[in-house]
């Protein structure tokens, strides 16, 4: 006990102390392993061992005596591991003695899954299966740091043979998912701002259902999160002529897996900018018209916040007191955020009532400011006001402290 | 200096003459009249007490003045000191003296003690005045312990919960006197309701009572003379009038003391350096505590000396062991009178100066080593 406190590893339970399998793998492996790994593992920490998956008796020191012995199920082949957890893990009597709360549709949906149905429907032993993202004997809670299916290590977990050139060849589907999204807005959230509620690879694809989501499911799976993005979107003149086309909603504006940080600096029709991908200045209609009036009203109010912001900044070195301020701002940002998400109905209508909003806060922030920087000044003139006057008594009351001590004649 | 007019005189002398029909203040008009100042090289000690008790005015206007504003409890005095320093007009400029003040006058009573310790003007007969004088050091430490809570910032929750913790040093009714005085087990609203009786009513009551006193023994035993006056010819010392002079000399000291103060106070409304106060985000008992927690600087060298104490000295906890030192070291100061044979002599005393140096020297090693060392 001691022992394993201060190497770090969790104390273990009664059934895997007595184990004699740990006994003799630990002495055949190195510092890693099966036997080693298993200490990380949640299904040793719930008092599981190793016999619970594979069987045999664990009191025998002797392999071939455990071979022999009664319920002995050894170590699946690679194609038998969705079948072998899903021994426990599809009975729902055992799954409620155990752990309620846990789904035990895993194994069906992963027969529903590409991975899935290349194994069971095409025998291709080089899919991944359950051990494949949560290992085979480190297998870990997703909301442990060190799990393989923590939010965090997910798309490496994916990636591990997602972005294998080699690996995935055969499969014809690109390989730089991972690094597109790691670059991406979700990436970004994720890894610089350890933002774990934001979506990593599972959350667009399934699970264990795992697939890669149709042009028609698009808006459910972005709407999930985006939904009055989506809501907007599907009112607006663009969902049937995208559909009728047969393009995908949000991807064919954002893309999927290096989706950028959505600014108005993408609505527009020059070189770059997303609107200029279908539409043209000279095309005969009003949508022109309509994008350089919502970059008008997006760069009207940017504008107005910068200079707030920078008003504000030279209040606060000046040392004033701008948290009020401060939180004024931040109302002009969430306008900004309703206002990038009403971009979704495409109508300049909807977006003048944000913008003339975000205009008055923002009008309201310079004056409070402005206010500030004024009170700065008049504190610095009354400051020195009052220091003369009172430099002013203090000289005469020198002066007639010199008259008192000056001898009389 | 051209003497006033003859009818000015005249005016000025029927209205004493009312007054002192009234009020009897012939008797200490001759009284001050005759009261003189002894004038050596160290005469300048002689100003700090008076410039202590001018900073002590200021703490009192500007503390009632903040009192108009200020509403005790977890929900209200975060935001009235916010509203304070945001909208009352001048309230900014109001807790900046206050503050400014409060530090300034710490730091004047500590140099005040100390010159009256290295010039041994607590030999007999102003035993009592020292008493009194390090009483009011007390009670003014405890002022500034006490207001620090009272914005309820994450800076003054976190530095009082670890500075009324230990109390729990205490052996035997540690634990009772933290209850007490935090009013409950933990820092909550109920310890500002606590902490704000302490420093709007009982404290100032007490500090009045005890600078009366003072004052009346400074008064009726004068200044003190220096110890090697004692073997000195009477025509060889000199003197100087306590009025105007000298009170003269006082005001224009507390002037030049304003200007500085109100400098300070408008230049740094919320301090500098390790001397400061911003408002900061309100306290929440829940959030992680800051990084680094330090008390006010005037207790930094108490707080520094019990954090380098090892976890247990002899048989004690190591905060139970220094604070046990650090009460004998202050009984030893305090009892400095009788203990400081020769000085009841008239004698200078290496042995208790030797003492106060290594006090001092304690004091800030102790003092710069806490901000120094994270």
New interface residues.
């Given amino acids: 006990m001691v022992l394993s406190i201060v190497l770090g590893a969790p104390a273990m339970p009664q059934s895997a102390k007595q184990s004699q399998c740990v006994v003799c793998h630990m002495e055949m492996e190195s510092d890693t392993g099966p036997a080693h790994d298993f200490s990380f593992d949640i299904h040793f920490q719930k008092g599981l061992g190793c016999a619970d998956c594979h069987g045999g008796d664990p009191d025998v020191d002797d392999m071939d005596k455990v071979r022999a012995s009664a319920g002995w199920r050894g170590v699946p082949g690679r194609s038998a591991v969705p079948e072998f957890c899903g021994r426990c893990h599809s009975d729902a009597g055992y799954m409620h003695e155990h752990n309620p709360r846990l789904p035990i549709d895993q194994l069906d949906k992963y027969k529903t899954s590409v991975h899935g149905q290349r194994l069971f429907q095409k025998g291709d032993p080089k899919v991944a299966t359950c051990v494949s993202c949560h290992t085979a004997h480190k297998i870990g809670d997703a909301a442990m740091p060190h799990s393989t299916t923590n939010p965090a290590n997910i798309p490496s977990t994916c990636g591990a043979c997602h972005s294998n050139a080699a690996f995935m060849a055969e499969y014809g589907i690109p390989t730089d998912q991972e690094e597109l999204y790691r670059e991406s807005v979700h990436g970004k959230a994720v890894f610089i701002k350890k933002d774990l509620t934001a979506p990593v690879c599972n959350d667009c694809h399934g699970n264990h259902g795992a697939a890669p989501p149709g042009a028609s499911s698009l808006s459910a799976v972005c709407g999930m999160c985006h939904a009055i993005e989506a809501d907007l979107y599907v009112s607006s003149p663009h969902f049937e002529a995208f559909a009728a086309q047969g393009l995908p909603m949000c991807e064919t504006c954002h893309g999927n897996h290096g989706i950028g940080t959505p600014t108005h600096a993408l609505i527009g029709l020059r070189e770059g900018q997303l609107c200029g991908n279908c539409h043209s200045p000279g095309e005969g209609t009003t949508a022109p018209q309509q994008i350089d009036s919502m970059r008008a009203a997006f760069e009207s109010l940017t504008e107005a916040v910068d200079s707030s912001q920078h008003l504000v900044s030279e209040a606060a070195v000046r040392g004033m007191m701008v948290t009020d301020i401060e939180f004024a701002l931040k109302d002009i940002d969430q306008v900004l955020i309703h206002m990038r998400s009403s971009v979704h109905a495409f109508d300049v209508d909807s977006l003048i009532p944000y913008a003339t909003d975000g205009l008055e806060k923002s009008r309201a922030v310079q004056a409070g400011a402005a206010a500030l920087i004024h009170e700065y000044y008049f504190r610095r003139w009354g400051l020195g006001i009052s220091s003369v006057l009172i430099t002013f008594l203090a000289i005469a009351l020198y002066l007639k402290i010199r008259a008192l001590d000056r001898p009389r004649a | 200096?051209a003497s006033l007019p003859a009818e000015t005189s005249d005016r000025r002398q029927r209205l004493f003459k009312w007054i002192d029909a009234r009020l009897k203040i012939q008797d200490l008009v001759d009284y001050m009249s005759h009261k003189v100042v002894p004038l050596h090289g160290h005469s300048i000690f002689y100003y700090l007490g008076g410039l202590t008790m001018f900073l002590f005015l200021i703490q009192v206007a500007t503390g009632i003045l903040l009192l108009m504003y200020y509403r005790p409890g977890a929900d209200s005095a975060y935001e009235s000191v916010?509203f304070i320093?945001?909208e009352v007009s001048f309230g900014?400029?109001i807790r900046s003296l206050h503050s400014w003040s409060a530090n300034l006058m710490i730091l004047v009573a500590f140099l005040h003690m100390f010159t009256v310790f290295f010039t041994q003007a607590y030999r007999p007969p102003r035993e009592l005045t020292w008493f009194s004088g390090v009483a009011l050091l007390g009670l003014a430490l405890t002022f500034g312990f006490s207001g620090y809570l009272l914005p309820w910032n994450e800076l003054s929750y976190f530095a009082t919960r670890v500075g009324t913790g230990m109390m729990h040093a205490i052996p035997f009714v540690g634990q009772y006197l933290l209850a007490i005085l935090r009013g409950g087990e933990e820092v909550t609203g109920a310890t500002i309701g606590r902490f704000f009786g302490l420093h709007v009513a009982i404290l100032p009551a007490l500090f009045t009572a005890v600078l009366a006193i003072h004052l009346l023994f400074v008064q009726r035993q004068g200044m003190s003379e220096p110890v090697s006056w004692h073997v000195k010819a009477a025509d060889k010392k000199k003197y100087m009038k306590f009025f105007?002079?000298f009170l003269?000399?006082d005001?224009?000291l507390w002037?030049?003391t304003?200007?500085v103060l109100?400098?300070l106070a408008?230049?740094?409304?919320?301090g500098v350096g390790v001397v400061h106060w911003p408002?900061g985000a309100k306290a929440d008992p829940f959030a992680p505590p800051p990084e680094v927690i330090r008390p006010e600087w005037y207790f930094m060298f108490a707080f520094q000396a019990l954090k380098l104490l090892p976890a247990r000295v002899l048989f004690l906890e190591g905060e139970q062991f220094g604070l046990v030192l650090m009460s004998l070291g202050g009984l030893i100061w305090l009892l400095i009178p009788f203990l400081d044979k020769r000085s009841k002599r008239n004698e200078s005393s290496p042995m208790w100066m030797g003492f106060g140096i290594v006090v001092v020297a304690f004091i800030l090693v102790m003092t710069i080593s806490g901000y120094l060392i994270k």
């Fill in positions: 200096m916010k320093i945001s900014w400029l105007p002079n003269y000399r005001l224009l002037l030049v304003l200007n109100a400098l408008v230049v740094f409304p919320d408002l």
